[in-house]
């Protein structure tokens, strides 16, 4: 199977065109957001408008039938410009592409048009207080009452609940046979009675605001569920691949603003009449972070082939590989960023001190760095578990 990282013309084009949108818009407008505690409508609508937000979805539906090659191009570039949506992640890449593998006619009809023109939005819940990264310890239990169902539980750390028309809940029921549960992913539209969110304080700064949810005995008919009831966990693996693939794409993008931002002020900045970046302690740093970044976005592109090609278990290796490499490349980028301008890294001016709380959400989210690294050393390496 080809894995070319030489992208097409198409892909140039679109990644030329995402980019002169985040020009318009940048990091003074994303910080602007943040300030009046608002949500980046303007930029998220012309995005919708220009068909970039369902660009991975399928043409009947109204996307742009590409995938999340191109999806993650979109994040990526807007990451870069300084502007990036978070809610990409969710919407279309996890929620819009469960819907579209495995949703039935009736719910690619009522959600696939909206999420592709942004009319709609979606939030993706699986994280839990007593679970972390454990999807096998979700204790978010659906059970049948008729021919609807009540789910009970509890999440966390799930964003933009407060701005999406339903919530992608991951919960799992009783199987009749066996006793065991097993995964299962449903619809909760966000005024459901018994549906509850309160906001989480947090330290990081972003439009898009972190909740915890409790759902007490939450009726769902039962075309809440979606897809078959006996293929929960291959259908939540198909949506965390790409989950994988678009954080990546987020950290590459905020890496690459960074340096950029760095590399403006270092050839800008004279001291002795110099420029610092002519000096090997500016430029190497940099010139690595660029490397690690560039390395990183192969990986990116390669998960994104795999997946695209229908190859879910290629893509399960590639994707946590990319996340990672993206994840620690990032973090690399925008702490050599800020120690590049000193004192003025940390001004709000430059913009570049909110990126260090920024960055480390990619190694934490949605699977932290250890359990990919535990992911590699089994499946990969074939090393024994220690757990």
């Not at 990091?27 to 919708?48: C, F, I, N, Q, S």
């Not at 592109?301 to 090609?309: F, G, R, S, V």
Request: with cysteine; proline share 4%; net charge negative.
């Amino acid at each position: 199977m080809s894995t070319a990282v030489v992208e097409t013309e198409e892909h140039k084009a679109l990644r030329a065109a995402v980019a002169a949108l985040g020009k318009r818009y940048g990091r003074d407008y994303m910080a602007t957001v943040v300030r009046e505690g608002a949500h980046p409508d303007a930029l998220w609508a012309e995005a919708a408008k220009l068909g970039y937000l369902g660009v991975n979805l399928p043409e009947g539906y109204g996307g742009g039938g590409g995938g999340i090659a191109e999806l993650s191009i979109v994040l990526e570039e807007l990451g870069a410009a300084g502007c990036p949506l978070l809610m990409m992640v969710v919407s279309p890449a996890i929620c819009g592409t469960v819907i579209a593998r495995f949703g039935t006619d009736e719910q690619k009809a009522a959600w696939l048009p909206g999420l592709a023109d942004g009319s709609l939005t979606m939030a993706f819940g699986i994280t839990e207080p007593d679970a972390g990264s454990n999807s096998h310890r979700i204790t978010t239990t659906a059970r049948r009452d008729g021919d609807n169902w009540l789910l009970t539980g509890r999440k966390v750390f799930i964003s933009g609940v407060d701005i999406a028309d339903a919530t992608l809940i991951v919960g799992r029921t009783e199987d009749a046979r066996t006793g065991r549960l097993k995964p299962c992913l449903f619809i909760v539209p966000r005024d459901t009675p018994g549906f509850r969110r309160s906001q989480i304080d947090m330290e990081l700064q972003a439009p898009e605001k972190q909740f915890e949810l409790v759902l007490d005995d939450v009726r769902l008919p039962a075309e809440a569920l979606v897809g078959d009831e006996d293929a929960g966990l291959l259908q939540l693996f198909v949506g965390l691949n790409p989950e994988r693939v678009m954080t990546a794409a987020f950290a590459v993008g905020m890496g690459r603003y960074a340096v950029s931002r760095a590399v403006e002020y270092a050839k800008d900045r004279t001291v002795w009449k110099t420029p610092v970046g002519a000096h090997q302690a500016i430029a190497h740093p940099l010139a690595q972070a660029h490397i690690e970044l560039e390395l990183a976005r192969l990986m990116m592109q390669k998960a994104a082939h795999l997946y695209d090609a229908g190859d879910d278990l290629g893509a399960g290796e590639a994707a946590n590989m990319a996340k990672y490499a993206a994840a620690e490349a990032c973090v690399k980028a925008v702490d050599q960023a800020v120690h590049t301008l000193g004192g003025n890294g940390l001004t709000r001016e430059y913009g570049l001190a909110s990126l260090i709380t920024a960055a480390r959400v990619a190694r934490i989210a949605p699977v932290s760095r250890e359990m990919i690294l535990n992911f590699v050393s089994h499946q990969s390496l074939g090393l024994p578990k220690s757990y």
